[in-house]
C-alpha cells in the first residue's frame, strides 16, 4: 500500500511539471518573447583586411653546379652557418683535370704550328717585296700564318675554359648566410649538361623574413606601402608579430578564378620563430582609432518582425513625435518618416504600424545594404538602432558610422546615443504571435533606461 502511494505522488509530481513547462510556453507565447540587448561602449577598434601568405627569407640564394661529377666531399649540411667564400663540396676532379692537361697540350702544339707559320712568313716577306715571289705564293704563306694564329689562340681559350670547369668543381657559398636546403649526398653523380642542379639554397639574414600575401582583388585598393601588419604562425599562435608593407606587386594570380595580387611584407625576426616555409595569417591595420564610442553591428542589422511588435511601432511614434520635449529624443533622426515609412504593411494588411520596420526603419542599415553592417541600408539614409531612452521607452536613433571591424561600428557626431545604452540586438526566442502582445521593451535587463 505504501509502494503505490509513492508511485501516485511521482505521477502527480511528474504531470505538474509538465503542465508547468506548457503554461510557461503558452505564457511566454502570448507575450511576444523577449528581446536580446547590447550595450553602447567605448573601446578601441581597427579596420583590418585578413589574409594568408607564406613567409621566407628576404634574400636566399640557390647555388648549383656549372659541371657535371661525382660529390667527393661534403662539407656542409643543413642549418649550417657559412660565408662568403666559404667551401660548401668538391667534385671529382679526375675528369676535369685530364681536360685541362689535353687543352694545354693542344695549345702548346698550337704554339709550335704559329711558330713554324710565322719563321715562313718572315722569310717570305723579302722575297715577294724585292719581287723574287709572286703574289700568289705569298698570299698562301700569309693566310696559314693568320690560321695558326687564330688556332693558338682558340687553344688558349679551350685551356682557359678547362681550368675555371676545374674551378668550379669546388662549389663555395656566394654569401653570407645559413644553409637551409641541401639537395646532394656525398658520392652522388650530378649532372649539368643543359641546366645548372640547384646543391643548396642559403639564406643571406635569418634576423628578417618577408611574407608573400595573396590578398583579393576585392580588398587589393586598401593596402598601400608602409601600411602596419599584424600576424601570427601556427607554431606560436599566442605570439602577434609585426610587420610593414613594403611592396605591392602588379603581377595578377588568379587562385581558383579569383584574382589576387602579391603584396610583400617586411618583418623582424629578432626572436628566430619565424622560419621559411610557415604559413602566416595575416591582418593588414587599415584604420585604427582608440577610446571611441561603439555600437554592436548585431543592432544595427536587427529587422523586427512589424507583426509581433504593433504595439512597440505606436510607442516609437509617440516617442519619437515628442521626443523634443523631454530631450531624451532629440537628435534620434526624423520622428515620422522614421517611425512610420512608406508603402509598409501590417500583418493585418492595414498601412501604418508595420511599415517603420518592413520599410525604411527596418531596412536602414541592415545587413543587406550595399555597405553592410555599419553602413548606409538599402534606402541609402544612415544607420539606425533601436535603443531604450532614460524612461525606459523605445526610439529609433540615426547616426554616422565610423570604422568597424566586423563586430563593432564607431558612433561619430552628435547623436542621443551615449555610453551605456541598452539597443536591440536580436530576439531571444521566435516570434510566434498571431494577435496583440504587450510590448517585449517593458523589462530592459537592467531596469528603466538601462544603464547609462
Do not use: W
Request: charged residues 20%; aromatic residues 6%; hydrophobic residues 35%.
Amino acid at each position: 500500500m505504501k509502494r503505490k502511494t509513492i508511485v501516485i505522488l511521482a505521477c502527480v509530481i511528474v504531470a505538474a511539471a509538465v503542465c508547468g513547462v506548457l503554461v510557461k510556453r503558452a505564457m511566454s507565447a502570448k507575450n511576444g518573447g523577449t528581446f536580446q540587448y547590447g550595450e553602447v561602449k567605448r573601446g578601441d577598434i581597427v579596420n583590418t583586411v585578413s589574409s594568408t601568405g607564406t613567409v621566407n627569407a628576404v634574400n636566399s640564394v640557390n647555388v648549383g653546379a656549372q659541371v657535371s661529377g661525382i660529390i667527393d666531399s661534403l662539407y656542409v649540411d643543413f642549418n649550417s652557418g657559412v660565408k662568403a667564400g666559404q667551401v660548401l663540396a668538391v667534385l671529382d676532379t679526375t675528369i676535369v683535370a685530364s681536360q685541362v692537361f689535353d687543352a694545354r697540350a693542344g695549345m702548346l702544339r698550337s704554339k709550335a704550328q704559329l711558330n713554324q707559320a710565322q719563321a715562313e712568313y718572315d722569310r717570305n716577306k723579302p722575297l715577294y717585296e724585292n719581287g723574287y715571289l709572286s703574289a700568289t705564293e705569298f698570299i698562301t704563306i700569309k693566310t696559314n700564318y693568320e690560321a695558326a694564329g687564330a688556332s693558338y689562340q682558340s687553344a688558349e681559350a679551350a685551356l682557359k675554359r678547362a681550368l675555371r670547369n676545374l674551378e668550379y668543381t669546388t662549389i663555395t657559398s656566394p654569401i653570407d648566410g645559413t644553409v637551409i636546403q641541401r639537395s646532394v649526398d656525398a658520392g652522388q653523380t650530378i649532372q649539368a649538361s643543359f641546366q645548372a642542379p640547384t646543391l643548396f639554397v642559403i639564406a643571406a639574414d635569418m634576423q628578417s623574413m618577408q611574407i608573400e600575401v595573396n590578398v583579393d582583388e576585392s580588398d587589393i585598393g586598401l593596402i598601400k606601402e608602409g601600411l602596419n601588419v599584424r600576424f601570427t604562425v601556427q607554431a606560436y599562435p599566442d605570439e602577434n608579430f609585426t610587420g610593414t608593407v613594403r611592396q605591392v606587386r602588379l603581377q595578377p594570380v588568379t587562385i581558383q578564378n579569383v584574382v589576387n595580387y602579391i603584396v610583400v611584407v617586411d618583418a623582424s625576426n629578432e626572436s628566430g620563430h619565424l622560419l621559411p616555409g610557415m604559413t602566416a595569417t595575416v591582418d593588414f591595420l587599415i584604420d585604427e582609432k582608440d577610446n571611441v564610442l561603439l555600437v554592436p553591428n548585431s543592432a544595427l542589422s536587427f529587422k523586427p518582425d512589424p507583426v509581433a511588435l504593433k504595439d512597440f511601432i505606436a510607442k516609437v511614434r509617440e516617442n519619437m513625435g515628442g521626443g523634443r520635449e523631454d530631450g531624451s529624443g532629440a537628435h534620434a533622426g526624423p520622428p515620422r518618416e522614421a517611425a512610420e515609412g512608406r508603402g509598409g504593411r501590417d500583418g493585418s494588411g492595414a498601412r501604418g504600424d508595420g511599415a517603420a520596420l518592413s520599410g525604411r526603419a527596418g531596412g536602414i542599415g541592415g545587413s543587406g545594404g550595399p555597405g553592410g553592417p555599419g553602413r548606409a541600408g538599402p534606402s541609402g539614409g544612415p544607420p539606425r538602432v533601436f535603443y531604450l531612452d532614460k524612461d525606459g521607452s523605445p526610439r529609433i536613433a540615426f547616426f554616422t558610422p565610423g570604422v568597424t571591424d566586423g563586430r563593432n561600428t564607431e558612433i561619430t557626431g552628435d547623436g542621443p546615443l551615449t555610453e551605456g545604452m541598452q539597443v536591440v540586438t536580436g530576439f531571444a526566442k521566435a516570434q510566434k504571435i498571431k494577435g496583440p502582445s504587450k510590448s517585449p521593451f517593458a523589462e530592459p535587463p537592467h531596469g528603466p533606461g538601462g544603464r547609462h
